[in-house]
């Protein structure tokens, strides 16, 4: 173990060097201007694993953005490992909030990240993290001391849904058997506090339209007598909650787990300070679900959000008039047992069911994704929390996370599959925000985490 934590102290620059050549490429899956950049990057990525000691490497092309394959078999007989992470990012828009471009890392200190933070698109999420398991894996085959086989499968589409990596899993179940998922895009709860995920928000995501009149309307003319649609949408999304911020629609809440107060007890043993919360976010009181804390509303309680919402005129100055039409982009975070498909059609019967005479309303499904908990009971686990404790000196707290990776549940249902999520971000990173970072302490304690973690699993995995 030495050894390789002594390649690793004799190759950060270039680590840190390589990485941020990989985030100076654009990858942003959801615009597709940007599909040249996206299928560059894939390239890179493939690049990376080649001369981190793959010894067969693969670009798949999909029906959308391609899907980096990679493997280093030791030994058939041996436990593999499929680390997967994703290589594209969220779109940087609001660019004109953002410190510096957001595809020229720099590196600048911040309160958090004394040792200094990589500022740039996809830092954190998930290129940062997903490179330190190149690394990581470079180190371990250069020292020799791999104990496992490592299967690696990086994406270009988990911020659009995983929409096509279902079907690659499904067609290529033989390539990527293994015995775990190992996932770094998750976070810890702060530098000298280790945590493991163990569980993972589902999602569901629509786009609903409200039409009023046939056309834009002057605002005085027909003002008082017409259904406004943008204020009909806001009236239709205000009834979606309650006075106790109780979601209102029927059936939302029937598969929801309801954990046991002893469950619930232990996770708010976790360290939170609720004032420093309100103070990084500019803000005098939270506004959720009553009855729970932040730790539980952000991770095992589902819930409904405004992502976006426009129409009529925005433009400068003030235009008089009544809009024809109004948008909202909606998304639903769900907890085991919800599911996907079925709280969406309960979305929109309810949202469809809602709609006041006098205007239609249409509601279109997007993407969404199942909720997962994975166990803390198994080797693979205890691996990952032997490993935090070796690096970290302090035993990981198991948290429930309040974000997906949908495709963590198809791991299971279609390979069959555990997951661990041993991320290495904080939640404070900025991630889908402008002036997204990643802490260098962060980057290079997972580097040294993740061999601990494949040689903890190849020795419990023998039974020793
Ligand atoms: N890495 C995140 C998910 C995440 C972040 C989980 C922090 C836990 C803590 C991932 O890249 C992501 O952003 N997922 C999307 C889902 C997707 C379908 C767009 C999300 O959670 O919004
Ligand atoms: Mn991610
Ligand atoms: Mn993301």
Redesign the pocket.
């Known amino acids: 173990m030495n050894a390789t934590l002594d390649y690793i102290q004799k190759n950060k620059s270039r680590f840190l060097d390589e990485l941020l050549g990989l985030l100076r490429i654009p990858s942003i899956s959801a615009d597709p201007k940007f599909k040249g950049d996206v299928a560059r990057t894939a390239d890179a990525v493939a690049d990376s694993l080649r001369e981190a000691g793959c010894s067969k490497v693969q670009v798949f092309a999909t029906a959308g953005h391609p899907i980096v394959y990679g493997e280093h078999i030791i030994d058939p007989g041996m436990p593999t490992v499929l680390v997967y992470g ?1 290589y594209d990012v ?1 779109p940087p828009d609001p660019l004109d909030l953002w410190e510096s471009p957001p595809f020229e890392p720099v590196i600048k200190k911040t309160a958090i990240h004394p040792d200094g933070a990589i500022f740039a698109r996809g830092s954190c ?2 290129k940062g ?1 997903f490179f330190m398991h190149v690394k990581a894996f470079e180190a371990m085959v250069q020292t020799r001391t791999l104990a496992t086989n490592v299967k690696f499968m990086i994406e270009g589409e ?5 929409v096509n990596l279902g079907t690659f899993c499904r067609e290529n179940k033989e390539m990527l058997s293994c015995d775990m998922v190992l996932i770094s ?3 810890v709860i702060a530098n000298d506090t280790p945590s493991i ?1 163990v569980g ?2 589902g ?1 569901s ?1 629509v786009e609903v339209e409200v039409t009023g009149p046939n056309k834009d309307l002057h605002s005085g003319v027909y003002g008082g007598a017409v259904a406004n649609p943008a204020q009909v949408l806001c009236d239709m999304i205000a009834s979606l909650k309650d006075k106790n911020k109780h979601i209102t629609i029927p059936g939302f809440y029937d598969d929801v787990q309801e954990l046991t107060p002893a469950e619930r007890a232990a996770m708010n043993m976790a360290p939170f300070s609720k004032k420093d919360y309100l103070t990084s976010l500019g803000i005098e009181d939270t506004m959720g679900e009553a009855g729970y804390t932040v730790l539980e509303q952000t991770s095992i309680r589902p819930t409904v959000e405004v992502n976006g919402i426009w129409g009529g005129y925005i433009g400068e100055g003030a235009k008089t008039v009544l809009p024809s039409k109004a948008f909202a982009k909606i ?1 639903m ?1 769900l907890v085991p047992n919800q599911q996907s498909d079925k709280i969406t059609k309960l979305f929109q019967k309810h949202f469809e069911s809602i709609a006041p005479a006098g205007v239609k309303v249409t509601v279109r499904p997007h ?3 199942e909720p997962v908990v994975t166990p803390s009971d198994t080797p693979e686990y205890k691996a990952a929390a032997l490993a935090m404790n070796d690096a970290y000196g302090k035993e990981p707290i198991p948290v429930r ?6 495709i963590v549940a198809l791991f299971e249902s279609v390979l069959g599959v555990k997951t661990v ?1 041993m ?1 290495f ?1 904080l ?1 404070s990173d900025d ?2 925000s402008p002036n997204e970072h990643y802490g260098l302490f962060n980057f290079y304690k997972g580097i040294e985490t993740i061999p601990a973690f494949f040689s903890h699993y190849a020795r419990l995995k023998a039974g020793k």
């Open positions: 994703h969220q999420d998930d993290q988990e911020e659009v849904g995983s895009d998750t976070s995920t993972l928000r999602l995501y998304s975070r993407h969404g994704g996370g309040g974000g997906s990776i949908p999520l991320g971000g939640d991630i889908h």
